[in-house]
């Protein structure tokens, strides 16, 4: 990593101290100041958050002692009385002023914390001591100066400010000092928008990428217009209601199954041209190896739905559950058997059942599946490799690099000549999708050349001899980071790699390996024809 310029060194301390320290992983001042300006505004919620706990703790209670509830007032009929007043204190000219629970529900309203304190009676009046006055000066709008008082209210108001200041300042130097050192902003504020979604971070669990985000809402958005081409013809009754069923595999904090359910049902919409047709149900499942992930999904899901980020119908339409994808694909396979052995699963997971239990359909087939599954090869990932610090000193290994199937003593059983560790998931998605007959398979890849060899994949996986004969001539296509699409060959060529090496943008990665089947290859074809010669002249399906 390049040194920093002194010259912007100087800038950044002369502007904000902390700032410095934010250049060590920002490496440019206008990114500093976002970062800084994101933690700052993250203390002072918290600093807040606090306040309000601690007031609604010590509001929640009337005084009790013989004193305080004769200096308290309760008037029938005045409790919703909204009037702030001010509670001076009690010296030889000033009478003593009582309020009314009222007048305390005004305090609540307006914010601030009432000080319960102690009236003197009659009798001890004598021994309060009070404090004079201090004079202060002060400006009006038109620039002319005056004395006045500064009561002793006064500086209780200033000394609350200041400490607020001082709780802010010190949350918000640690977070910086945590920052500096590599840990990813979203670990520290917590949250990361994604879509218009509000997606909760913490350790042990992928953050969600920006990448990420942009194929999920591009498959979205199509899945909007295929679904009201394709059913559009169907008069919406309880007979012809169809349910459209997503598969999120590796689903970490469950992003992309939230967001997919939030472009095909939008929150607070009615159904029209931006949502799914009404005779089309949604049911989406998440699943995922790690329990912390599940765990956080179902917890943004929530989330989610109380901010009315997500439509209501995702508490019913949306679940997360822990399945091991690795282990679930070798016990399935091609045959019969093997093939139920796989819907059974996860169709109990997504009616929250067990396997032996009779109340739901072990054989329905799913329509889709999209996955983010571990990609990073053991070499890009350690000291010295394409991964950066910050991902591999504090996000979750397993989400990165592909471990083992649960239960399994060596990743020899899984090992073929031809499949690098980096691809270990590939096939095996592939696998479930043949065993589901699902009709959309959407694959997050690390780069474009990852992209080539999941392709070849699919070759193998999906020709006629391996596919049921409703996945023949499937469609196939990569998504870039740019939103731009090439169509691959459904047939192998001897010159791929060349052909694909060379149509290849170093600067623009291939993001996502995309297998369209059925009756979704035929709406996609009709949508967007073939756009590149040299990738379709030798495929015979497009």
């Known amino acids: 990593m390049p040194r920093l310029p002194p010259a912007l060194i100087r800038q950044a301390t002369f502007q ?11 490496r440019d001042l206008p990114s500093a100041r976002n970062e800084l300006r994101w933690l700052r505004e993250h203390a002072r919620d918290v600093v807040n958050t606090k306040r309000y706990t601690s007031h609604e703790a010590s509001t929640s209670v009337l005084p009790a002692s013989t004193a305080q509830v004769e200096s308290v007032r309760i008037r029938k009929h005045e409790v919703k009385k909204f009037t702030v007043r001010t509670v001076k204190v009690p010296t030889e000219r000033t009478p003593i002023r009582t309020y009314n629970v009222g007048e305390i529900s005004s305090l609540r309203a307006e914010g601030l914390r009432p000080s319960i304190r102690k009236v003197p009676t009659q009798n001890e009046h004598d021994n309060v001591r009070t404090s004079k006055p201090a004079k202060i000066r002060t400006w009006h709008d038109d620039g002319v100066r005056e004395l006045r008082l500064r009561s002793q209210s006064d500086e209780v108001l200033i ?30 504020i917590g949250n990361q928008p994604f879509g218009n979604l509000d997606i909760l971070c913490q350790r042990r669990v992928l953050i969600p990428r920006p990448e990420t985000e942009m194929y999920t809402e591009k498959v979205g958005n199509l899945l909007l217009s295929a679904l009201n081409s394709i059913y559009s013809s169907t008069e919406p009754s309880s007979q012809s209601r169809k349910k459209f069923r997503i598969l999120d595999l590796c689903t970490g904090s469950g992003c992309i199954a939230l967001l997919l359910h939030s472009v095909l049902k939008p929150p607070g919409r009615l159904c029209d041209n931006t949502a799914i047709p009404p005779n089309i149900g949604i049911e989406i499942l998440g699943v995922d190896n790690s329990p912390d992930a599940v765990s956080l999904a179902r917890t943004n899901l929530k989330h989610n739905i109380s901010q009315k980020l997500l439509h209501p119908d995702a508490a019913n339409e949306v679940s997360f559950h822990n399945v091991d994808v690795l282990a679930l694909a070798k016990k399935g396979g091609d045959g019969d058997d093997r093939r139920h052995h796989v819907r059974n ?31 990073i090869g053991p070499k890009d990932y350690e000291l010295g490799g394409k991964t950066e610090p910050s991902v591999r000193d504090y996000e979750p290994k397993q989400a990165l690099v592909p471990g083992f199937a649960r239960g399994q003593d060596s990743y020899y059983r899984y090992r073929s000549s031809s499949i690098l560790v980096a691809d270990l998931f ?14 959309l398979l959407v694959m997050e890849v690390g780069d474009s050349e990852q992209a080539s060899r999941v392709c070849k994949q699919v070759f193998n996986n999906y020709s006629p001899d391996t596919a049921s004969p409703s996945q023949f001539r499937p469609r196939l296509e990569t998504w870039r980071d740019d939103g731009s699409v090439r169509i691959i060959p459904t047939q192998p060529s001897s010159n791929f790699d060349a052909g694909f090496e060379e149509a290849t943008d170093p600067d623009i990665a291939d993001r996502a390996v995309v297998v369209w089947t059925d009756q979704m290859a035929a709406w996609r074809r009709e949508t967007l024809p073939a756009s590149n010669p040299e990738f379709d002249k030798t495929s015979p399906t497009d």
């Open 159 to 188: 000394t609350g400010e200041s400490n607020e200041h001082v709780q802010v300042q010190k949350i918000l130097a640690e977070n910086v000092g945590k920052r500096s050192k590599g840990m990813p902003l979203q670990y520290i």
């Open 345 to 375: 699963v996860l169709n109990g997971a997504a009616a929250d059942v067990g396997e032996d239990d009779d109340s739901y359909s072990p054989s329905e087939s799913w329509d889709m599946i999209i996955a983010n599954p571990p990609y």
């Open 426 to 439: 590939y096939w095996p998605l592939m696998r479930i999708a043949r065993a589901v007959d699902a009709k």
């Open 16 to 26: 904000n101290p902390l700032l410095t320290l934010l250049l060590r992983v920002c």
